[in-house]
């Protein structure tokens, strides 16, 4: 998957070209795990059209899945590793920010799909066939 080597590699070079402190190995996992739920669910056939109320439906259970397990769980986990703050109190704490920035990236999500649906309909899909009988 795309995604995953994506976030996976995004974390690893901004790690080595602007290093704050130890590296720690979490965030990575955070990040691959994030891209892994986002390109599971917002993942498209080609070959189909999608409903626009589907698609947004499906921003909104990444989002939970990624917003709630990821961003808000697990980064409140690596982060009393790494400074010793109890979990408790690091995730009330996450809680708030994130409640804030879902919806941001949900209506982000959203809009560049929009402005870049003309695109990926062009390039992107044209080598990329899919047959209807063949099993994944």
């Not at 499906?58 to 409140?76: D, P």
């Not at 009330?92 to 879902?102: A, C, E, G």
Request: hydrophobic letters at 50%.
């Amino acid at each position: 998957m795309y995604a995953i080597a994506v976030a996976g590699l995004g974390d690893l070079i901004g790690a080595l070209a602007m290093p704050f402190g130890p590296y720690f190995w979490g965030w990575t996992l955070s990040c691959i795990l994030t891209g892994l739920i986002y390109g599971v669910i917002l993942y498209r056939n080609p070959n189909k059209e999608t409903k626009e109320w589907k698609f947004i439906t499906k921003i909104l259970i990444a989002n939970i899945l990624a917003y709630g397990f990821i961003h808000i769980m697990l980064n409140a986990v690596w982060l009393s590793f790494q400074f010793g703050e109890a979990y408790k109190v690091i995730l009330f704490s996450r809680l708030s920010i994130q409640l804030v920035m879902m919806p941001i990236q949900m209506i982000l999500i959203y809009a560049l799909y929009k402005a870049l649906k003309p695109l990926m309909q062009k390039d992107l899909y044209e080598k990329e066939e899919v047959k209807e009988n063949e099993p994944r």
